[in-house]
C-alpha cells in the first residue's frame, strides 16, 4: 500500500509539476499573442515584466490619427496651370504615409485601448486562466463597449504602409473655358482683347494697302482727274469696323506618377520622384463680324471704264470673302471659325523632399523642384489665335514648398509658393514691320499699276496680323505663383477635407531678338506689351477618401482679376491610388 502511495505521490508532484509549467507556458504564450495583435494595430500594449505580479492597470498608448496629404501633386501651380493653370499652372501633390507622421502625433493615454480584434482573440482564451490573464481577458471585454478616440484632427488613416518605398498614381480631368479677359489695365474685357490686344479694329489697321489708299497715296499713271480715295474700292473699304468673337475652352487629362523612397529612418525624410504627362484637346472658336463698309466713298468714279463698285464685285463674293482672300491669303493667314487639336502637352519632372515629421505641428511640408520640357505642339503662324498645346517652346526649371499647418479644427494654414524661369527658345512670331517702299507692300493685282507716294508705315497695329511671320528667339519671363488658405479637416463631421484658397500669379515681360539680313525695324514693344501678365484667382477643394489606397477630389478656380490674362473658369476631378 505504501508503495502504491509513493508512486501516485510522485507521478502526483510530476503532474502537478508539468501542470503548472504548461499553464505558465500557455499564459505567456496568450499574452505574446494579444500584444502581437494589439501592435498590428498601432498600439502599444505595456505588459510588466514579472508575470507573478498583478494586471492590477492596463496602459494602451494610441498615438492621434494624422492624415496623410491628399490634397495635390506638388510642384505645380493649380490645377489649374493654371493654367497656368496655371499655376496657371500652378499652376500639380502626392500623398506621405501615415507611418511617417505617427511618430510626430500627439499620444492620448487612456485605462483601455480598442483594437477592432481584441474581441476576436479573448475567445480563443482557455477558461482555466491564471488570475492575471483573466483580468486582462475582462479588461478586453469592456473595451468592446468604449467608444472610439475622437480627437480635434480625426482624419482617414489613408496609407498604412511601413516598407520604405511605394508609388501613387495621380490623375485628373480638368475643364477650363473663358470667353473674357483683362486688358493691361485691369478692366475687364472680352477675350479678343488678350488674343489681339483690341476689341475692334478697322480694315486700315491691318492692311497697310488701305490705309495709304485713305490717305490719297495712290494714283493712276497719268491720271490727274478726281478725289484718288473715291476711284477705288480698296479706299473706300478703310474704316470698316471688324470686330473678333472669341472663345477658348480646355479639356486635360494629367497623369502623375510618384515613387516615394524613405532615405532617412531616424529623420523620417521622404524623398519623392514623379512624372506628369498631360493630354491636351483644345478648342478654339473665332470668328468676326463686319461694320460701316461702304464701296461708296462719295459719288462713284469711272476708272478703266467701270467704278469701284463694279471693281469689287468682279473680284470678291463680299467683304468677307475680300477678307479672307484679299486681305489674309496674301499674307500667309487664314482663320477657322472652329479649331481643334489634341494631343500631348508639355511634360514636367517633379523631384521634392517631404519633412513632414521634422515638426509636429506640420500636416505636411514639402519642397522641391521642378523641369518642364516643352514637348507639346509649337504654332507655324499660318493660322489667326493658332493652338499651341504647350508653352511655346520654352524648356522651363521651377522650385517650390508647400506648408499647411495643424492649429485646430478651423484653423489650418496653408501656404504654397514657386518659382520657374524659363530657357531662350526659338519660334515663329509675327511681328508688325515698318515698310517704306512699293516693294515690300501686298499689292492685289489690280492695283500693281499704280503710283505709290513716298511713306513709312508699319503694315499693322493690331497682334496677329503681321504681313510675314519671322523666326525670332524668344526670352521668357521669369513667373511667380503663390496660394494662401485654409483647411478644414471635417466636412458635416465626415472625414472629408474642405479647403478655400486663394492664388496669386504674375509673369514678367517677355522680349525677343530677330535676326534678319535686311535693315528692317520691327515693332517689339506691340508684341511684348501683352506678353507682361498678372492674375488673381480663388478655388475651392474637396477631398473624399474611399478607401486605405485611394482618394477623390473635386475642385474649382475662377479667375477674378487680373492684367493681360483670360478670365477662365476651371472645374477639375482627381483620383489618387496609392500602391
Known amino acids: 500500500m505504501k508503495k502504491y502511495i509513493i508512486i501516485n505521490g510522485i507521478v502526483g508532484m510530476l503532474f502537478l509539476s508539468f501542470y503548472t509549467q504548461a499553464h505558465f507556458l500557455l499564459n505567456v504564450q496568450v499574452l505574446h499573442e494579444i500584444e502581437k495583435t494589439i501592435n498590428d494595430y498601432r498600439v502599444s500594449l505595456i505588459i510588466p515584466t514579472r508575470t507573478e505580479s498583478r494586471f492590477n492597470s492596463i496602459k494602451v498608448t494610441v498615438p492621434q490619427p494624422i492624415a496623410p496629404n491628399i490634397v495635390k501633386v506638388p510642384g505645380t501651380a493649380t490645377p489649374a496651370r493654371t493654367a497656368r493653370t496655371i499655376p496657371t499652372h500652378a499652376s500639380t501633390t502626392t500623398a506621405s504615409t501615415t507611418a511617417t507622421r505617427a511618430k510626430t502625433a500627439s499620444a492620448h493615454t487612456i485605462s483601455i485601448a480598442k483594437p477592432a480584434s481584441i474581441q476576436k482573440t479573448t475567445d480563443f482564451i482557455p477558461k482555466q486562466l491564471s488570475h492575471e490573464a483573466a483580468l486582462l481577458a475582462r479588461a478586453q ?154 464701296l461708296q466713298c462719295g459719288s462713284p468714279d469711272v476708272v478703266g471704264g467701270e467704278n469701284n463698285i463694279a471693281q ?56 522641391g523642384i521642378n523641369l518642364t520640357v516643352p514637348t507639346g505642339s509649337k504654332k507655324k503662324a499660318n493660322v489667326l489665335w493658332e493652338i499651341e498645346l504647350g508653352n511655346g517652346g520654352a524648356t522651363q526649371l521651377g522650385c517650390f514648398s508647400e506648408i499647411q499647418l495643424l492649429v485646430s479644427r478651423h484653423i489650418n494654414p496653408y501656404v504654397f509658393c514657386s518659382f520657374a524661369h524659363s530657357f531662350n527658345y526659338r519660334a515663329k512670331e509675327r511681328v508688325a514691320q515698318r515698310k517704306s517702299n512699293k516693294q515690300e507692300l501686298l499689292i492685289p493685282g489690280r492695283f500693281v499699276p499704280y503710283t505709290i507716294a513716298p511713306f513709312s508705315e508699319f503694315d499693322t497695329s493690331v497682334l496677329e496680323f503681321a504681313d510675314t511671320a519671322s523666326s525670332v528667339t524668344i526670352k521668357p519671363g521669369n513667373q511667380f505663383s503663390a496660394i494662401v488658405g485654409n483647411y478644414w479637416p471635417t466636412l458635416f463631421g465626415q472625414p472629408i477635407d474642405f479647403s478655400f484658397l486663394y492664388c496669386f500669379y504674375y509673369a514678367q515681360e517677355r522680349s525677343m531678338n530677330i535676326e534678319c539680313k535686311k535693315n528692317i525695324l520691327f515693332n517689339k514693344k506691340l508684341w511684348s506689351q501683352q506678353t507682361k501678365s498678372m492674375s488673381h484667382s480663388l478655388l475651392w477643394n474637396i477631398y473624399i477618401p474611399c478607401n486605405e489606397k485611394c482618394f477623390v477630389a473635386f475642385n474649382a478656380e475662377q479667375v477674378i482679376a487680373g492684367k493681360n490674362n483670360m478670365k477662365s473658369t476651371v472645374f477639375c476631378v482627381a483620383i489618387s491610388i496609392l500602391f
Open 312 to 367: 469689287f464685285f468682279s473680284d470678291y463674293l463680299d467683304f468677307e470673302d475680300f477678307f479672307r482672300r484679299g486681305v489674309l491669303a496674301p499674307k500667309g493667314l487664314r482663320y477657322d471659325t472652329y479649331q481643334h487639336k489634341s494631343g500631348v502637352g508639355d511634360i514636367l519632372f517633379n523631384a521634392y523632399v517631404d519633412y513632414t515629421t521634422h515638426w509636429s505641428s506640420f500636416k505636411y511640408a514639402y519642397a
Open 141 to 294: 471585454q469592456a473595451v468592446a463597449h468604449q467608444p472610439p478616440l475622437v480627437t480635434d484632427h480625426t482624419e482617414p488613416l489613408i496609407t498604412p504602409f511601413s516598407c520604405n518605398t511605394w508609388s501613387r498614381l495621380y490623375g485628373d480631368v480638368c475643364v477650363e473655358h473663358a470667353h473674357n479677359s483683362f486688358d493691361n489695365c485691369g478692366m475687364e474685357r472680352p477675350l479678343a482683347q488678350s488674343v489681339f490686344g483690341k476689341t475692334s479694329f478697322t480694315l486700315g489697321d491691318i492692311f497697310l494697302l488701305s490705309k495709304l489708299g485713305a490717305q490719297d497715296a495712290l494714283s493712276l499713271p497719268g491720271n490727274g482727274f478726281g478725289s484718288i480715295a473715291q476711284e477705288q474700292y480698296i479706299s473706300c473699304l478703310t474704316p470698316t469696323i471688324i470686330k473678333p468673337h472669341a472663345e477658348y475652352k480646355n479639356m486635360g487629362i494629367d497623369l502623375t506618377f510618384f515613387m516615394t523612397q524613405k532615405i532617412s529612418d531616424t529623420k523620417e525624410l521622404l524623398f519623392n520622384l514623379g512624372i506628369q504627362i498631360p493630354i491636351r484637346c483644345v478648342e478654339k472658336k473665332l470668328d468676326f463680324v463686319f461694320s460701316d463698309s461702304s
